[in-house]
């Protein structure tokens, strides 16, 4: 129990290949050498008496990667395996939809961090791009610019089959789904309650909505930002999957100074049903580079601002669970509402942290393509602190 696991961060690469396409890792990856997971120690046992209750789930923890970071049946089963215990399919679309080209994800220089006149934050991408030469996972953070891409419904239903199939006793799949602007005729919240209902159909035991993504709806900004349109359209998904009493979960951004805003979010999400409450996202941020001697967009022209994850983002989540905690303790009509925190962890502790600020779960995203143990490690700690000395 108390010999320390190897380092993956400067040893393996990470799962995900941030030189090859979206489908290109979705059909290579996850670069995980088998040797690895052969070698890895067996995972601390968890007792029943020290199973967690979440959303109608008894699980061996409430650590687990958010959307994002597994693109597929072959990336929720390793993560699975690897003792994350909330496995979260990346989200997907009632349509098939195209990923943006590469580059999609770049290291960013955390100390170029800067407030912009009028609001907002602006970073520099790091000159060398080369991961090896990252000192450690802890100083991991990278831009997240992907445009929500998604596979065709025959492909997706099998799939999540398989991503079902692959989660094990005491560990919960959550499916993300995401709206998307339509010409048939069809509204947004059709097209979310569409998605919710595909995705639980085929296995997902909790759907969560992704509302906090910018080019959901180009032309209102991103719509967790907007606490009626949080009420229709979990009111809308809510009634679509209540015959099968699935838990909805709400992603959302950050709020800015907008404590108020948050409130009045999570009160309308509360009273439209929804179970949980997931934040923050990544922080959207304009993110430029230097080329030949001039600052221009690092992902294009057409890419000026893109979402931003990682070990800068932590104080926002930390203080976004702090917050999140704090109105649901203040609120009466809330006692039933989960907060599931997502954000900046990139070390085992963090976990902790985020449980100790208010967050009922904790959720590692980029750490998990770069520190894949993140979560075994966490477990280790636990069980040692506890003294316990079973496997599993």
Partial sequence: MASEMAEWI????????????????????PFCPPSVLESLPP????????????????????VGVPAGPLLGSKWTTLAAQLGFDIVTYKTIRSREHPSH??????????????????????????EDQQQQRLPSVSALTITNSYGMPSMSREYLATDLRKAKEGIGEGQMLIVSVVGTQRSDGVSLGDDYAEAASFAQQHGA????????????????????????????????????????????????????????LQKQVMQSASRAGVRAFCGLNSVPMTVHKTQSGACVPALGADRPTAGVCGELIRPWAVAFIREAARIRREDGGMDGMAVMG??????????????????DAALTATAMWWDPLIALKYHRQRAAANGLTGVV
């Fill in 101 to 126: 080209p590469v580059p999609n994800s770049l290291f960013v220089d955390t100390s170029t961090l800067k407030e912009k006149p009028g609001g907002g934050h602006e970073v520099w991408v790091c």
């Fill in 205 to 260: 035991m909790a759907v969560e909505l992704n509302l906090s993504c910018p080019n959901v709806d180009k032309k209102s900004g991103s719509l967790y930002q907007d606490p009626q349109s949080v009420y229709d359209l979990s009111k809308r998904v809510v009634a679509e999957l209540q015959p099968t009493a699935t838990p909805v979960i709400v992603k959302v951004g950050d709020f800015p100074h907008q404590q108020d």
């Fill in 342 to 359: 997502v954000g900046g962890i990139t070390q085992p502790e963090h976990f902790r942290d985020f449980l100790e600020a208010g967050a």
């Fill in 43 to 62: 995972r601390p046992a968890v007792p029943l008496s020290e199973r967690v209750s979440f959303l109608g789930h008894e699980l061996n923890s409430t």
């Fill in 10 to 29: 400067g040893v393996h690469p990470p799962l995900y290949d941030p030189n090859l396409s979206y489908i290109e890792n979705l059909q290579k990856g």
